[in-house]
């Protein structure tokens, strides 16, 4: 079983459409956590981090749920330029981090 | 803004030789790493250092090894280049507890 888990999607959902991916982890003493968003055959970039109140970032919503191991990206009014790989990665210490394979979004016009 | 290079986008060698990916950070991080990322197996660490001249295996390390002669630079080298070593390559950078940071990648075919 891999250490991070995620739908591989893809998502295809048309413009505006609100869209939501969640994330499990296994090991229960991961101690950060991030989203990071890539495009094809670029890099990865962080597009968030992921605290446990939550966090907001314009239309980006993070959520952590400790006790059952998952995270959640909320992305509402989707536009086209959000079309790309979301990674969800979790931290063991301060140095490792651990991806996810990532769940691919579409948004069609 | 932080800047993390690789010297290479793109580079191709032959079986069985050395080869060396560079990169560097401006950001007086701690920490660089170099990963590697196939379709369907997502990013996965070849090694870390957290310091100059401090190195630790990560979790497919082998058939590879790494210098870190100066806080800046991170290099990764294939001893013995081999067709199963074809891949992206990805380094990154950052401060202890903080997001890493990564380079444009380096896709890097052995024939």
């Known amino acids: 079983r891999k250490e991070v888990e995620q739908d591989p999607g893809p998502f295809n959902v048309p413009e505006g459409a609100t869209v939501a991916f969640n994330c499990t982890y296994s090991?229960?003493?991961?101690?950060?956590f991030f989203w990071y968003r890539q495009d094809c055959r670029k890099e990865p970039k962080l597009l968030m981090s992921?605290?446990?109140s939550g966090n907001e970032d314009g239309r980006f919503t993070a959520q952590l749920n400790r006790a059952s191991q998952y995270i959640s990206l909320l992305i509402r009014d989707s536009k086209l330029s959000d079309s790309a790989t979301y990674l969800c990665v979790v931290s063991r210490s301060s140095y490792k981090l651990i991806f996810g394979s990532g769940t691919r979004l579409l948004v069609r016009p | 803004d932080v800047k993390v290079t690789q010297s290479s986008r793109y580079l191709v060698k032959r079986t069985g030789e050395k080869v060396f990916l560079e990169c560097v950070q401006d950001m007086d991080h701690e920490n660089m790493f170099w990963y590697r990322q196939d379709p369907g197996l997502g990013l996965r660490l070849i090694y870390f250092s957290y310091d100059v001249k401090m190195k630790e295996k990560g979790d497919i390390p082998e058939g590879y090894s790494v210098s870190r002669e100066k806080k800046e630079r991170f290099s990764l080298i294939l001893e013995s280049a081999s067709t199963n070593q074809t891949s992206m390559y990805l380094c990154a950078s950052s401060s202890p507890n903080q997001p890493q940071h990564f380079g444009d990648g380096t896709r890097l075919s052995i024939l």
């Open positions: 090991n229960s003493a991961s101690q950060s």
């Open positions: 992921v605290y446990s």
